[in-house]
């Protein structure tokens, strides 16, 4: 089997008319006057949920309120106590299945269309998948307008990961029926966190 260079160097070889990238400094592209209201009516449109929390208010009380039935929280933020498993200190990704919440931070919204950069901040990224319902901490003064700002702000840390998640997974390709938690969290809460 040819190694990925490989493959590369032979596409480069066979290039025969080469083209400059294109100027996109300055695109017009959408904002909006109120982005954080814009980024919460997108998130429910997309099925997610989005809530400001008030200053103080003690998030761990609020995430037994939204899902009192929850066993299983799974996080590694230090400010969520009420975790019951860590996964960072999981032997497998599979040992999160059965996650009833997973609790993981957002670094930056988008409110064109209601989705927020998650990069890889724990061990065993599983868990922004495997969870049924994902909380997502999101500092509500970090939202951006649109995509093309949200390119420009992505950082990738130590593990080299990351991925914008909207709303809860969802897909109709099975009999045109909508069908949430199909691929990934069946529901998705983004709690928006004054700095």
Known sequence: MASK??????YRANIRE???MPDLSDIQAISYPD???QFMNMTKSVGGNAIEVEKGRNINELIKELYPDAKEIASNLPEITIATRNPDEVGRAHDLNGTDVGVIRGMFGVAENGCIWIPQ???EKAV???S???VILLPKSQIVNNMHEAY?????NDYGYGTFISGPSKTA???QVLVMGAQAARSATVLLLEE
């Open 5 to 10: 260079e490989d493959i590369l160097s032979k």
């Open 18 to 20: 080469k083209f400059d």
């Open 35 to 37: 982005p954080l209201l």
């Open 121 to 123: 901040q724990m061990k």
């Open 128 to 130: 922004c998948f495997i």
């Open 132 to 134: 049924e319902n994902l």
């Open 152 to 156: 420009k702000r992505i950082e990738f």
């Open 173 to 175: 390709d099975i009999a």
